[in-house]
């Protein structure tokens, strides 16, 4: 069993023209087609819970978090940020989904300003550009978001890992629109698509990538404990 949180400010879908596009939320909409799987155990939390909904107990009890946030980057707790990060790097996986580019997570874990450009209200075509990767796996080569926000180039990130997927959009920019990156024993994906004005978390080939994020993304190894430098007092040679 995976156990998976789904993070959501859950502030713009409180009002039009959004709350009519996911009325449970865009982290309902998430839960809603992963609990399709019997293998992945799904909770939520919002930004306006006690500490996030992002605990201490919380995070030891998740194996994948997926993140998405947006209107309240800098008013993120720096304290629960930092319990993030120190989870991610001690082994728990972590999604971060569209405008969590932006969020202090990000930025702490890959060390980097993640700035990048954009625009509104554009066609999307999504092509697979590492279809050997896990998170590919059943997705064709390519497939066309009708609107999205427009995120393009340069996008002030460390190399990635994998580069999956590669965002062409109608105004003729790209983007590195899916890519890996590995922060201490945590795998973290970034995925592009999703901006909260469009019911992109409802297209099929949306939710595969990230059913698909949630089996690559689970720890392989958990510390119990934050890293940290230990002395080795005493070396025995053979």
Known sequence: MIR??????YLHEKQEPVSHIYPNGIHGCIKEFLETDEELSIQTATFEMPEHGLTEEVL?????????????????????????????????????LHSAHFSKIMKELLGTSMTLRWKHGESERVF???????????????FDIPK????GEYFDIPK??????????SC??????GCTFHSGYGKIFYFQPGHEEYPVYYIPEVQKIIKNAVYWCKPSVRKTSPLDCAEVKEVTLP
């Open 4 to 9: 998976v949180t789904i993070w959501n400010e």
């Open 60 to 96: 030891e009890q998740t194996d994948v978090l997926i993140f998405w946030s947006h209107m309240r980057q800098e008013q993120f707790s720096d304290e629960v940020a930092k319990r993030v990060c120190d989870h991610v790097r001690r082994g728990m996986g972590l999604i971060a």
């Open 128 to 142: 697979c550009t590492a279809p050997y990767h896990p998170i590919a796996e059943g997705i064709p080569e390519r």
């Open 148 to 151: 999205e926000e427009m995120y």
């Open 160 to 169: 990635p890992d994998d580069v999956i997927f590669t965002g062409w959009f």
């Open 172 to 177: 003729g920019e790209v983007f590195r629109s």
